[in-house]
């Protein structure tokens, strides 16, 4: 039986602008902002507007509107935050790692040599957040 959207979730919170977020880009599909327990600095996540628990449940066409979008974040994460790659990650119900229930995909910058941090390690300090963000805008908008 397939699982109902909630619309308590965090995600869905953010959206309707119940919870603040470091905003890094908005527009009518998604947005994006920094993860407030980030694996690594600049960790950025994507949230489609639409409604939809997963990657399972999606509608396709939200899919193509956000593949681009993904990779021109990707590309300034990359830049802004001098990372040597960078790792794309979804996680699709709580068996698959997903613990927020609401279709969102995770830009994270790497390093060479560097492990990622622990998800959900603790919450980051809002002015490295505010200053991650700050970069990842000047990177979208050079």
Not at 11 to 39: N, S, T
Request: net charge negative; glycine share 8%; proline share 6%.
């Amino acid at each position: 039986m397939k699982a109902a959207y909630e619309n308590d979730n965090i995600f869905a919170k953010i959206l309707r602008g119940d919870i603040p977020c470091h905003k890094v880009y908005e527009d009518d599909d998604a947005i994006a902002f920094m993860d407030v327990m980030p694996q690594s600095e600049g960790h950025v996540l994507v949230v489609p507007k639409a409604a939809s628990r997963n990657l399972l449940d999606a509608d396709p066409g939200i899919l193509a509107t956000i593949a681009p979008l993904l990779q021109k974040l990707a590309i300034a994460a990359k830049s802004a935050f001098g990372a040597d790659g960078i790792s794309l990650m979804q996680f699709n119900e709580g068996a698959g790692g997903q613990t927020v229930f609401h279709l969102h995909f995770h830009i994270i910058p790497r390093y060479d040599g560097v492990p990622l941090q622990a998800h959900g390690r603790g919450m980051e300090d809002p002015d490295v957040l505010s200053a991650n963000a700050e970069k990842l805008r000047a990177a979208l908008a050079a």
